[in-house]
């Protein structure tokens, strides 16, 4: 049965993993998988997390399935989290929600979702997007379609061509947008962009798929979530997928939340039923463990302020590497203007170096980065800053 098969490529992100590990090289660097990293290279477990998961271990009595959906705590928690409290589209009874395996189970279930009732949708991703968006979406049977997004060469979004090419989609039609902190390349919809974007949901009637990975990354929770909020508030459906992966550190739990916001109660009702569905036809519930542990941070205040403060400390541990990488760049001589780093947010932006050079980094000096010249700032460090800013001098 499987003799015709030949093999593929590793995984354009993952694979670099594999590499890096047996790279033997003291000075390796791993700036590839969007991993958070402390100042030591580690990626630590959230005290928050960690008490979460001592009360848990301590008060749980089962093992029992939960069910498609997850818990409603969950559901309930992580729905305030990304819409906020009191928001229009909860209050009106049309938002319904699913506990997932992390946001690519939340994508995938709503791709399928989005599949049953118009089966070979188009979907409109950033050019450029998350790798993974193109097989979690396209083979739930969606038909991916791009529109301009970054412009490599002057490190800026393309607004305007992003605007051109959009006012081509319409009723039926999805338009998958980065809630924040755009995956690979850092640039983010101002709220003046995100207000034209929503307009033109509500005018052309195509359906917003949000995708949300790394809210509190960027500014704050709530900054992060405000393109999604006036969205959720404007039309009268979208989709939305949630990772806890980053903001909660619990990437190997796998936790997130497809949610859908529909037009009315008794459609929400029918939709869920829906997703539900298709959940049960695919890996039949979630996993519990890592939800709970949100669950249990979310509902509980103190632990709350502990896990927010870690984000908080996250995030400006970020962006103080993204100030310090474009002083040590310019320090090391490289040429080139690369203060576009400072102003972009979340774990990544484009080093806007060539393949080869991305190689060479890779052979000559154990520095690792996905081809697209992606670098995963939170690897970086005052430790290694010089080394990998004189190596990009170098190939420069
Ligand atoms: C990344 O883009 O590096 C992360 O989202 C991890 C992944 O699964 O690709």
Redesign the pocket.
């Known amino acids: 049965m499987f003799e015709k098969f030949t093999s593929l490529p590793p995984?354009p992100?993952?694979g670099l993993l594999a590499s890096y590990r047996v790279d033997e090289n003291p000075n390796k660097i791993d700036l590839?998988?969007?991993?958070y990293k402390d100042e030591s290279g580690h990626t630590p477990v959230l005290q928050a997390v960690k008490e979460a998961e001592t009360r848990l271990l301590q008060s749980e009595e089962t093992k029992s399935y939960i069910g498609p959906a997850g818990t409603p705590g969950f559901n309930s928690a992580m729905q305030e989290l990304a819409l906020g409290e009191g928001h229009p589209a909860l209050i009106a009874n049309r938002v319904r929600s699913v506990q997932t395996p992390g946001?690519?189970g939340a994508l995938r279930v709503l791709a399928e979702l989005v599949n049953r009732a118009r089966p070979g949708a188009r979907v409109w991703v950033s050019d450029p997007t998350?790798?993974?968006h193109v097989p979690l979406l396209g083979n739930a049977g969606l038909k991916i379609e791009t529109y301009p997004y970054y412009d490599r060469a002057t490190s800026s979004l393309r607004f305007d061509e992003m605007v051109e090419t959009l006012k081509n989609v319409g009723e039926g039609d999805l338009v998958l947008l980065h809630a924040c902190c755009h995956?690979?390349c850092g640039a983010d919809l101002s709220r003046e962009q995100w207000k034209v974007i929503v307009e033109m949901a509500q005018k052309q009637g195509f359906t917003p798929f949000i995708d949300m990975?790394y809210q509190g990354f960027g500014d704050s929770l709530s900054d992060d979530a405000w393109g999604l909020r006036l969205m959720a508030e404007s039309v009268p459906e979208m989709l939305l997928a949630v990772s806890c992966?980053?903001n909660f550190g619990l990437y190997r739990e796998r936790v997130g939340m497809a949610l859908a916001i529909y037009n009315d109660a008794a459609s929400a009702d029918n939709g869920q039923s829906q997703l539900l569905n298709v959940v049960r036809g695919n890996y039949s519930m979630p996993p519990s463990h890592g939800a709970a542990i949100v669950e249990s941070i979310l509902t509980d205040a103190g632990l709350r302020a502990n896990w927010e403060a870690e984000l908080t400390e996250m995030r400006e541990r970020i962006n103080s590497l993204r100030t310090g990488v474009v002083e040590s760049l310019a320090a090391a001589g490289a040429p080139g203007d690369f203060s576009f780093i400072q102003r972009q947010k979340g774990?990544?932006s484009f080093l806007g170096i060539s393949a080869e050079q991305v190689q060479q980094l890779q052979k000559e000096y154990s520095i690792y980065m996905?081809d697209s010249s992606r670098i995963?700032i939170a690897g970086l460090s005052q430790g290694n800053m010089e080394y990998f800013c004189k190596a990009v001098a170098a190939v420069l």
């Open positions: 995984d992100i993952l590839g998988v969007g991993v946001g690519c998350w790798a993974n995956n690979p990975a992966s980053k774990m990544f996905v995963s």
